[in-house]
């Protein structure tokens, strides 16, 4: 079985600042690996996902997440954030076979402040 | 290209009542799973469907049963409402044998 813990409930941070937002997984097998952002009264969009290859992974709006096997975390960041990247972001977890159910971590709050 | 469309977007119901929240998957996926976020939680996995069956459930009681139709479409049904039930159920659509998923808006429920 596998789950999710994302540390930070909450992380305000001031526009054009940097952000990490922390995930670790815990698997005994290996995984996939997600981010989703979720807008007020939205549903989720997909951020970025690891499935396999480059241990690096980026987003077309300037987000990027590197899994670390040994440190099962897959922690997402962005150089200088924008008040429009306030939103809940949602890590998520599967297996790489069967019915790839996902496991969702509690989300993390991002407010970027003016 | 169409993506996960689902319906009605919200819905007040009372106790005791019944729901069915339903979905239509992306255009060529024949998977789908339902998903409940209660307000300031991540979504928790209900059951997937595949050639009409479930495949897979999560921790749900059986007031929560679903159903696939032959178009891939897929209906959520919830009985006996309870005040714990009210939150935003999500759809998501994939192929049988890959492990990305594609979410819809999602139908907020709310039990009075």
């Known amino acids: 079985a596998q789950s999710v813990t994302q540390l930070d409930s909450q992380v305000p941070v001031f526009e054009e600042a940097p952000v990490e937002l922390r995930c670790n997984y815990s698997?005994?097998?290996?995984?996939?690996l997600f981010w989703y952002v979720q807008y007020p009264n939205q549903g989720l969009q997909l951020l970025l996902k690891?499935?396999?290859?480059?241990?690096l992974v980026e987003s077309i709006n300037g987000f990027e997440a590197e899994f670390n096997k040994s440190q099962t975390s897959f922690h997402l960041r962005k150089p200088s954030v924008h008040i429009s990247d306030t939103a809940e972001y949602f890590c998520?977890?599967?297996?790489?076979?069967?019915?790839?159910?996902?496991?969702f971590g509690t989300g993390t709050r991002l407010k970027v402040l003016a | 290209d169409a993506g996960v469309t689902q319906s009605p977007t919200h819905l007040i119901k009372t106790r005791g009542q019944q729901v069915t929240l339903r979905c239509s998957p992306k255009?060529?996926?024949?998977?789908v799973s339902w998903y409940q976020q209660a307000l300031g939680q991540g979504p928790q996995f209900i059951f997937q469907?595949?050639?009409?069956?479930?495949?897979q459930r999560g921790n749900f009681p059986d007031r929560f049963s679903g159903h696939q139709f032959p178009n891939y479409s897929s209906e959520l049904n919830v009985n006996a409402l309870l005040l714990g039930d009210s939150a935003l159920y999500l759809c998501?659509?994939?192929?049988?044998?890959?492990?990305?998923?594609?979410f819809g808006e999602g139908s907020r429920l709310t039990v009075l």
């Open positions: 469907y595949y050639e009409e069956e479930e495949r």
């Open positions: 690891y499935l396999s290859g480059s241990t």
């Open positions: 998520a977890v599967s297996a790489p076979w069967g019915t790839y159910k996902y496991i």
């Open positions: 255009s060529g996926h024949d998977t």
């Open positions: 998501a659509s994939s192929f049988s044998n890959t492990g990305e998923l594609f």
């Open positions: 698997s005994s097998v290996s995984v996939y």
